[in-house]
Nanobody, 127 residues
Framework: QVQLLESGGGLVQAGGSLRLSCAAS????????MAWFRHAPGKGREFVAA????????MHADSVKGRFTISRDIAKTTIYLQMNSLKPEDTAVYSC????????????????????WGQGTQVTVSS
């Protein structure tokens, strides 16, 4: 079992920045590939970014590429999502997800690949 706790959400104006954090506990952090998804009102859950258990591989959705960056700090057992140039359409609940990975470079954008989820943190971008 692993517990995931997100933080860092809030209200920001368009063009601003936020950094989300997801702290993991309960199992060795180095075993897990991690990802961020978001869920906006009236829409399905959407992939945002993913990072392998080693941090050597990352993926970003086309809609956030060049604006958002996923990273991980193994010592702090935390992943981050640095979000710059925020747009109103980025408004959503952002959740982190985890999966035990057998390889150091595995990542995935599929919701069904992740078995552990946090509660989420609200990000609201005003125009």
């Amino acid at each position: 079992q692993v517990q995931l706790l997100e933080s860092g959400g809030g209200l920001v104006q368009a063009g601003g920045s936020l950094r989300l954090s997801c702290a993991a506990s309960g199992r060795p952090f180095s075993l897990f590939a991690m990802a961020w998804f978001r869920h906006a009102p009236g829409k399905g859950r959407e992939f945002v970014a993913a990072i392998s258990r080693s941090g050597e591989s990352t993926m970003h959705a086309d809609s956030v590429k060049g604006r958002f960056t996923i990273s991980r700090d193994i010592a702090k057992t935390t992943i981050y999502l640095q979000m710059n140039s925020l747009k109103p359409e980025d408004t959503a609940v952002y959740s982190c997800a985890a999966r035990i990975s057998g390889t150091t470079s595995w990542t995935s954008s599929f919701i069904s690949d992740y078995g552990y989820w946090g509660q989420g943190t609200q990000v609201t971008v005003s125009s």
